[in-house]
T-cell receptor, first 117, second 111 residues
Framework: ETGVTQTPRHLVMGMTNKKSLKCEQH?????MYWYKQSAKKPLELMFVYNFKEQTENNSVPSRFSPECPNSSHLFLHLHTLQPEDSALYLCASSQEVGGGTVNTEAFFGQGTRLTVV | GENVEQHPSTLSVQEGDSAVIKCTYSDSASNYFPWYKQELGKGPQLIIDIRSNVGEKKDQRIAVTLNKTAKHFSLHITETQPEDSAVYFC??????????FGTGTKLQVIP
């Protein structure tokens, strides 16, 4: 148990569906992230939130919409996805130090295995 | 942007032998190099990290070395055990939470 909980663990959705992924961290961290992990590819950073404010959007298609209502919760809203969006979606959190100039350990959740059919 | 290359993609070793995974990075501004272990069905978990002001760091059977001049860093696992079997990721960052990961090494320790 890393202190970062993701639900659901598995999700199968059609291309016309709308679904949401949920992440909750119990570590008191001030930064949260969404990563995409596809087979044989590096982890891809999608979104970064610092103190509930989005500070990074790595050219992610608009069919992925993040939401961070508070520093402990992070959502990823999904709509009209494509089969190539099938992947493991990982949430992580960390404590930003030094105005962001100092990296600290990121704690990952177990991920949501998403299959788009 | 930063580019991290990791080798090998798969590695099989006999239990008790050593395993070495190597990574190179491109951005000379990177100053933080974490290594993560990902077991089946779990998210990545930090096992060791090193900052640019240090050339080597050790934690029991795990050690990491960093050569800033050559822009490469390596993970060394000694006396490997079956529970070391997992996928290992190296990463590099220059700060501001922008961490670039390698493609991963699947390590198999054969009993």
């Amino acid at each position: 148990e890393t202190g970062v909980t993701q639900t659901p663990r598995h999700l199968v959705m059609g291309m016309t569906n709308k679904k949401s992924l949920k992440c909750e961290q119990h570590l008191g961290h001030n930064a949260m992230y969404w990563y995409k992990q596809s087979a044989k590819k590096p982890l891809e950073l999608m979104f970064v939130y610092n103190f509930k404010e989005q500070t990074e959007n790595n050219s992610v298609p608009s069919r992925f919409s993040p939401e961070c209502p508070n520093s402990s919760h992070l959502f990823l809203h999904l709509h009209t996805l494509q089969p190539e969006d099938s992947a493991l979606y990982l949430c992580a959190s960390s404590q930003e130090v030094g105005g962001g100039t100092v990296n600290t350990e990121a704690f990952f959740g177990q991920g949501t295995r998403l299959t788009v059919v | 942007g930063e580019n991290v290359e990791q080798h090998p993609s798969t590695l099989s070793v006999q239990e008790g032998d050593s395993a070495v995974i190597k990574c190179t990075y491109s951005d000379s501004a990177s100053n933080y190099f974490p290594w993560y272990k990902q077991e089946l069905g779990k998210g990545p978990q930090l096992i060791i990290d090193i900052r640019s002001n240090v050339g080597e760091k050790k934690d029991q059977r795990i050690a990491v070395t960093l050569n800033k001049t050559a822009k490469h860093f390596s993970l060394h696992i000694t006396e490997t055990q079956p529970e070391d079997s997992a996928v290992y990721f190296c990463a590099a960052s220059g700060g501001y939470q922008k961490v670039t990961f390698g493609t991963g090494t699947k390590l198999q320790v054969i009993p």
